[in-house]
């Protein structure tokens, strides 16, 4: 089961997404919303979500701002970013904190879909060679 954070200040988009994803894991994972920089903070901290769909420009905090503080403390958590600007400093930046995508609003379904399967591709990755660095230090003598 993944936990999946959605942080965008618009209703709607946060609406859109929780049925995306609900077509795709169905009940298979926990969704919770926030809507304000300090707020997203706060959420992550008791939630501590697999996934993120973070828009960039919140009340209180930019996205990007937002990943740089959560990145410490949640390394492996997997991030898209919405944003409305197509803005290639903003994508660099969003690269260099290690987004999975980075998607322009009003973003189409299938980038959506896209995403989601990226991000849980990269998650089970990293279980997977987690999972295999445990094996072998089992066997080792």
């Known amino acids: 089961m993944y936990k999946i954070m959605l942080a965008d200040d618009e209703g709607i ?3 859109s997404l929780t049925f ?3 077509q795709n894991f169905g009940e298979n994972c926990e969704i919770a919303s ?3 920089g300090r707020s997203v903070i706060e959420l992550a901290e008791s939630f501590r979500p697999d996934i993120a ?3 960039i420009q ?4 930019d996205g990007l701002a937002l990943i740089a503080a959560l990145r410490s403390e949640f ?3 997997q991030v898209t970013i919405l944003s409305g600007y197509p803005d290639f400093e903003y994508a660099q930046r969003a690269m260099q904190l290690g987004v999975a995508r ?3 609003k009003p973003s189409k379904l299938n980038d959506l879909e896209e995403a989601l399967a990226e991000m849980v591709r990269r998650l089970e990755k990293t279980a997977a060679e987690a999972a295999q660095a445990a094996a072998r230090e089992s066997a080792e003598p």
């Open 13 to 15: 988009v946060i609406d």
């Open 20 to 22: 995306i994803i609900r």
């Open 34 to 36: 926030a809507k304000t």
């Open 53 to 55: 769909f973070m828009d």
């Open 58 to 61: 919140m009340p209180g905090m």
């Open 75 to 77: 390394p492996a958590m």
């Open 102 to 104: 980075y998607c322009v």
